[in-house]
Structures are given as structure tokens and as C-alpha cells.
């Protein structure tokens, strides 16, 4: 079964401080990876995504690393804020972008 | 507002009973999708639909779910003799091309089967 593993489950962070959050992948086929923001109520919404061409994308305080060898890809949010608090999916998919594996999400809290 | 729209947004039903979701995609958007989260869980894609054609429905469960999208009106998933392990939140996408940028996603609605 094709599979994304996201870790950790929940994170805690201070204002002004790294968020980091983990994604690692089963299918060498996969050639879309994007990041999802989601706060409560809502629908998950486009944060950022990358393809495997390229290692890193970075978009304002968002950035994506990718490690194609390693089957990883990990989000980092520079700078948190406490708007940032949500949960956050990373996705993979192969040869399209709707037909996505999301992770089990990682709830990320950040204190004023 | 132009968003992916969902209702409704929370339904109970019983066992047995059946559900109806409704979505409007996006305006310009023909492209639709459904996905669904369990508790605890990532989101699952379930069938992607153009006007009045399924495209995929690998995600699908093979029995008591359906899904269409008419010519008029919206996308309706269709829950037949609802279970309890059917509740969940069902999440409406839309996208104006189906292999390039982003799914648009509605609030989704939360389906609770007692």
C-alpha cells in the first residue's frame, strides 16, 4: 500500500522559533509533493509544493526540503507565529495532482 | 464568495439511513473530486468526476457509495445504509485542469452516523 509517514503527531513551538515537520515515502514513483495548511472547521488549503527536480523550495517563511535518495521531504516554517497554529498534511502523488496520499497530519501549536 | 461550497456542513443520520453531500466546485472549474477523513487519519481520495463522467473511482468503498456530477447542479455523494464507521469528514475539492496546480478544497461536511 502506497504510503506517506508524517512525523511528529503534534508540535509545540515559541513564537519565533523553527517548525519542522517530517515526510518520508514509500513509491519512488511519486513526483508531486505538496503541504497543506488546515485550521479547525476548515478545508485544507494549498501552503506550498515541490517536484523532484529541484531540493529545496522556499516561499516566504514556508520552505521545503527534498530528499530524493532518502525518500524524505520535510516542511520548514521560519519564524512561527501563532497564526500559524494548524494542522499541517504533507501529500505525495504520481503523475497527477489530484489523486494525492496525504499524511496523518501534525497538529502544530505555537505559543505567544 | 467563489470557494468550493459544501453542504450541508454537518449531518447525523442512523443506521441504515441514507446521506446525500453536495458540492459546487469552484465557478469555471469542471473538475471535482472527493476525498474523506477518518479520525485521527489523513485525508483519502475517493472518486474524481468531470460533468457527468467519472474519471476515477479507485478510492471508492465497492458498495453503498456513489458519486455524480450532472450537467446541471452539483456533485452529490450518495451514502447508502449508512454505518457507523462511515462517519467522517467528506471533503469536496474542485480544480480548473485535472494534472496541473492546485486542489481547491471546500470546508467539508461532517457525516455522524449513530
Redesign the interface.
Known sequence: QQQ?K?SPQSLIVQKGGISIINCAYENTAFDYFPW?QQFP??????LI?IRPDVSEKKEGRFTISFNKSAKQFSLHIMDSQPGDSATY?C?ASR???????????TLLTVNP | NAG?MQNPRHLVRRRGQEARLRCSPMKGHS?V?W?RQLP??????MV?LQKENII?E??MPKERFSAEFPKEGPSILRIQQVVRGDSAAY?C?S?PT??????F????SRLTVL
Do not use: I, M, R
Request: cysteine-free.
Open positions: 506517506v508524517q497543506y472547521g476548515k478545508g485544507p488549503a494549498l509544493a498534511f501529500a503523475g497527477s495532482n489530484y489523486k494525492l496520499t496525504f499524511g496523518k497530519g | 468550493v473538475h473530486y476525498y485521527e487519519e489523513g485525508l483519502k481520495f474524481y476515477d479507485s478510492g471533503f475539492a480544480s485535472p494534472n496541473t496546480g492546485e486542489l478544497f471546500g470546508e467539508g
